[in-house]
């Protein structure tokens, strides 16, 4: 599995074989959420102290095709 | 005792209807509520189906790998009598599973990026205010549908893709043709006339390249084996026609509900800042497109129910958008609300490619339209305006407008 995920509690941790490009992460949270070249989810750096936002929280229910994971450490 | 097979009970409705307000439900839908979040319905054949209406339920049956798009499928519940007969031609995207889907969409997402959608703003806005600068030069009276909403989206996705505008009379008429054909034989020949046009202007291409999405995918994938001609063709067309169908009953019936909602209308005049919220609302509460058709692979349970394998599964879109356990007061339009989580757009792996294109197309349009002509009324009453069937996109056929 192709995975990023961050190294803190919470984690978000993305899953980029999952992701269909649908960018609903990166319109709830662009300070966190980019799409690639190839048009596939990747976390932005400084996004570690993002998770416990609410924009943030929202994006699993928001993903599609549940690509975004956030776990409390 | 709850009967959970499809065969057995009596369907509770015959699916689709049609609706009478443009923009609400048909009243026998809001009846089916009393069923729970799955219903039993008949198609036109005859054959039972399940019509999934929760909120929740439908979300996990669109994002369930176990329900198959595979349009090819000999037994693929067939909705409108238009579509029988046509077992084994698989559109791509959207007729077909993972992991052919998946092949396919691969080639196409770093188009639709977020990013990417962003950059032709510009472009859609150039294209937007022309038009309306020609409705004000026509006007005091306009058909919306026609002289707006439809060049609107047949302008971008033609640029995008680099589809010769000047032959957009042709496709959308077969377009039309094509999705609103009442038998399967006037479907295939619409269908088999843009078939033709699209395979010889990929070919025109590959001698003389031009600089869009559909010259990117003949330069790269075509080139490099990964499609061919056929499926170059195939997909072609579903984005054509998925580019200009859907948005363009968006924009009209986004206007006619904005119209028809003044006091929601001036909140957005106030403060046009307030555009994408109300692009949301409006696509929660207008439903465009109205449902999505499935066949289960497998039994599944959900809601209460058993799915069996091979059954139909009719996911509405509209009901979903109208859940009460997710929405507040759902018949209302509320520009004000959180329409988050609506499935406008759908959801799971077939969720709306074009979803960034429609979402910047609808704001331009429906931003501009108001902020140029704050007088904007509709010239019929609403009843006489005429709507699409049950079984189509959602919107009005003519729009006519004054100010």
């Known amino acids: ?73 | 005792m709850t009967e959970t097979d499809l065969r057995t009970g009596s369907p509770a409705l015959d699916f689709p209807q049609d609706r009478t307000c443009p923009f609400q439900p048909p009243q026998e839908y809001t009846e089916l509520r009393e069923h729970g979040p799955l219903a039993k319905v008949r198609l036109f054949d005859g054959r039972p189906a399940w019509l999934v209406q929760g909120h929740a339920e439908g979300r996990a049956l669109l994002a369930d790998q176990r329900l198959s798009s595979d349009w090819g499928h000999p037994v693929f519940p067939v909705v409108v009598q238009r579509t029988e007969g046509r077992g084994g031609l698989a559109f791509p995207l959207i007729g077909v599973d993972d992991p052919e889907h998946a092949r396919q969409r691969r080639m196409l997402i770093p188009s639709f990026g977020v990013k990417r959608m962003a950059a032709v703003r510009p472009m859609i806005q150039r294209d937007v205010d022309r038009l309306l600068d020609a409705m004000l030069e026509k006007g005091p009276t306009a058909d919306l549908v026609s002289g707006f909403a439809l060049p609107v989206p047949s302008l971008a996705i033609c640029a995008l893709l680099d589809v010769p505008y000047s032959d957009h009379d042709f496709f959308e008429e077969r377009s039309r043709d094509f999705v609103g054909a009442k038998t399967s034989a006037e479907a295939d020949a619409a269908f088999g006339q843009l078939y033709a046009y699209l395979h010889g202007l990929i070919q025109r291409k590959q001698a003389e390249p031009g600089d869009g999405l559909l010259d990117e995918l003949i330069a790269v994938q075509l080139a490099e084996g990964a499609l061919d001609l056929d499926e170059l063709t195939m997909i072609t067309l579903v984005l054509l026609v998925a580019g200009h169908e859907t948005t363009v009953n968006a924009i009209a019936l986004g206007a006619l509900t904005l119209l028809q909602h003044p006091e929601q209308l001036e909140m957005l005049q106030r403060d046009p800042g307030m555009i994408s919220q109300v692009v949301e609302e409006l696509l929660r509460f207008t439903s465009v497109s109205d449902f999505m058709v499935r066949m289960a692979k497998e039994d599944i349970e959900v809601g209460g129910q058993t799915i069996k394998a091979g059954d139909a599964v009719l996911v509405s879109i509209t009901l979903m958008n109208h859940d009460e356990a997710s929405y507040e007061d759902p018949y209302t339009f509320d520009v004000r609300r959180n329409a988050r989580h609506h499935v406008g757009f759908g959801h799971g792996i077939h969720q709306c490619l074009g979803q960034n294109l429609a979402r910047a197309e609808l704001e331009i349009a429906l931003g501009s339209l108001f902020a140029r002509i704050p007088g904007l009324k509709l010239a019929v009453p609403l009843d006489e305006v005429p709507i699409k069937a049950g079984h189509d996109a959602q919107g009005p056929i003519e729009l006519p407008v004054t100010w």
């Open chain 1, 1 to 73: 599995m192709d995975a990023r995920e961050t190294g803190s509690a919470p984690r978000i941790t993305v899953d980029r074989d999952r992701c269909i490009g649908a960018g609903q992460c990166v319109l709830a949270a662009p300070e966190v959420f980019t799409q690639d070249d190839d048009g596939l989810v990747d976390l932005l750096p400084g996004h570690e102290d993002a998770a416990g936002d609410a924009h943030v929280r929202d994006v699993p229910m928001a993903c599609p095709v549940q690509a975004v994971t956030i776990s409390d450490g």
